[in-house]
């Protein structure tokens, strides 16, 4: 395999930039960091373990994200919140030049309106992104909750 | 002047207004206090209703066996090597520690507290104490000391379609008297001659007392109003069929749905639409692509037992749902989603895009998740208040109507007997 990509540095690049997005509150922008047939999906880590394939999120392609968000913009009802994600380092799992596998792990703290903020979640990001260029865009990312248990509601996208 | 201290009891009575007689008004301190909170655990979850605690299927082989909770007390489901499920507490007869401290587990032999290696078999009997004879002629238990007289609290337990319920009093009537004809035959409807498999399990952490998250699964009159994701995206069929049926005690209900199929040729039905001048459609409306569950036209089914369990099927996703006080202002709620063995590839991939109608991220549930916040944060201070129940009349009757509050009367009405605040003879 000869790799000329510099993996990590793209991959940093597009979570810096995903998690600054939901955190900033333009969720009409999340969807643009995936493909157009991508999986996306939250599950916890004991449904990872055991192979369950159900998600709090679960998606195909590119169009439920969108509708996802319209949803959440004029639909759904909840009380007002921010997210913040902290993420680590990505671990590259495997690389080539069209794409590569990774594992980041995350800590989201939710910021309520009447100004409490508590750890919402903390888990990991197993992602397949597919390189085009100078951008890396996720084919996959399976957001694997350390914690089965979530308090009261996901709104916001992890 | 003479005064004498009351007792608790006495004074809990006296400091706590007297349950209306009419089922059209719930007090907001059945929501507050921990006096009721207590007295619940004692009277519902310990006493003759059925609690659900699994599925049989994810205790399938000998030596399996999975935690849970009836109520708050911390029970483990076991199938022995005989081939039989039997339940008891999750607790050593010794010093109360808990015995199993997995979610789940499969090969076990038995079960051994870890604090002094007390240990059980798989039907909960104490079958060992360690240093029981002591060590060289000292310590030891006392020679009376009769392991058959020590052992946690047995379940009686029932199965039923691959539902697993127990109940710590021996005197609960049988599970199919329990629930009656009506919610029986629609309990099978779902999971009658099918296999269910677990597609994933979810928990949700209510911030409000378990029965607002009750009062909320029997409420059908909200449904269309808080959930606005049907009407924003114009897929919600107001003009659908469908009904309430609400067991003759009051404590189970079922709400349903169904196609109906002169309403679809009638194009006229969209005009009913809350919002139908939305221009917003779905991106990918295939999240509503469905099958016909059973073979049958019922496209939205959601069942109640008594009194924590839900069995659900909206369009064709099927889950069982389980409540739990946490505290008087604290419920967990847990999902299992289902499919079955039976289903083809589509038919699961159909079930997956479909659960996120569901969950704490569900488009028609996560509302559910914050409303019973809101109630328990609006009643604050009102104690002395009282709910409002009035929608559909004051009857907790089945009808054809779902803009009604009948099961939610229903649910009152054995809750309020089952606590022994006012008898249904009485009225």
């Known amino acids: 395999m000869n790799v000329t990509v510099d993996a990590f540095r793209l991959i940093s690049r597009a979570q810096g930039e995903y998690a600054r997005c939901i955190d900033d509150g333009r969720m009409e922008d999340w969807p643009g960091f995936f493909e157009e047939d991508c999986h996306y999906r939250i599950t916890t880590a004991a449904n990872h373990s055991e192979g369950l394939e159900a998600g709090v999120i679960w998606a195909d392609n590119r169009r439920m994200l969108s509708d996802r968000v319209s949803a959440l913009l004029e639909a759904n009802i909840y009380e007002a919140h921010t997210y913040r994600h902290i993420l680590g380092q990505p671990a590259i799992l495997e690389e080539s030049d069209e794409g590569a596998r990774s594992e980041t792990g995350f800590l989201v703290v939710r910021v309520m309106r009447d100004g409490s903020s508590d750890i919402f979640a903390t888990g990991r990001y197993l992602d397949r992104y597919r390189f085009d260029g100078d951008r890396a865009s996720l084919a996959e990312r399976v957001v694997v909750c350390d914690s089965s248990t979530i308090d009261t509601l996901l709104a916001l996208p992890l | ?427």
């Open chain 2, 1 to 427: 002047m003479t005064s004498t201290l009351p007792e608790n009891s006495a004074k809990r009575e006296q400091d706590r207004p007297e349950w209306p007689d009419e089922l059209t008004r719930v007090p907001y301190w059945v929501f507050q206090r921990q006096d009721v909170y207590r007295e619940e655990q004692e009277n519902l979850f310990r006493g003759p209703y059925w609690s659900y605690l699994c599925l049989e299927a994810e205790v399938p082989q000998p030596g399996d066996y999975r935690t849970t909770f009836v109520g708050d007390t911390p029970v483990i489901v076991s199938r022995d090597e005989d081939g039989e499920l039997y339940g008891f507490e999750n607790r050593c007869a010794h010093r109360g520690a808990l015995l199993a401290l997995d979610d789940r587990g499969s090969n076990a032999k038995d079960f051994t507290c870890v604090y002094h290696a007390w240990s059980y078999n798989l039907q909960g009997d104490l079958t060992g104490v360690a240093f029981k004879d002591g060590i060289k002629g000292q310590g030891g238990m006392p020679k009376y000391f009769c392991l058959e007289d020590h052992g946690p609290r047995k379940l009686r337990l029932a199965v039923l379609h691959g539902l697993v319920f127990g109940s710590f009093d021996e005197d609960v009537p049988d599970i199919e008297e329990y629930l009656g004809d009506e919610i029986l035959s629609r309990i099978d409807r779902v999971l009658g001659g099918r296999t269910p498999v677990v597609l994933g399990r979810f928990t949700q952490l209510l911030p409000n007392n378990w029965k607002l998250y009750m009062e909320n699964v029997k409420d059908s009159y909200h449904a269309s109003i808080l959930h606005l994701f049907f009407t924003t995206f114009g897929i919600n069929r107001l003009g659908q069929r469908g009904g309430i049926i609400v067991s003759e005690s009051g404590a189970h209900h079922v709400s349903y749905s169904a196609i109906d199929r002169e309403a679809e040729l009638d194009a006229g039905y969209s005009d009913q639409n809350i919002r139908s001048d939305s221009e917003y459609k779905l991106a990918d409306p295939s999240l509503l692509d469905g099958f016909s569950e059973v073979g049958d036209d019922t496209t939205l089914q959601i069942l109640s037992v008594f009194p924590g369990f839900v069995l659900q099927q909206i369009q064709n996703s099927v889950a069982v749902r389980q409540i739990l006080p946490r505290g008087v202002e604290s419920t967990r709620l847990n999902w299992t989603y289902l499919g079955f063995e039976e289903d083809t590839p589509e038919q699961r991939t159909v079930r997956l895009k479909q659960a996120n109608l569901i969950g704490p991220a569900g488009y028609i549930s996560m509302e559910d998740g914050c409303v019973g916040g809101f109630v328990q944060r609006g009643i604050a201070g009102a104690a002395d208040e009282q709910a409002v129940l009035e929608m559909g009349g004051e009857s907790a009757a089945s009808s054809e109507s779902r803009v009604t509050e009948a099961s939610v009367r229903g649910f009152w009405k054995a809750y309020r007997e089952g606590m022994h605040l006012r008898q249904e003879n009485d009225k």
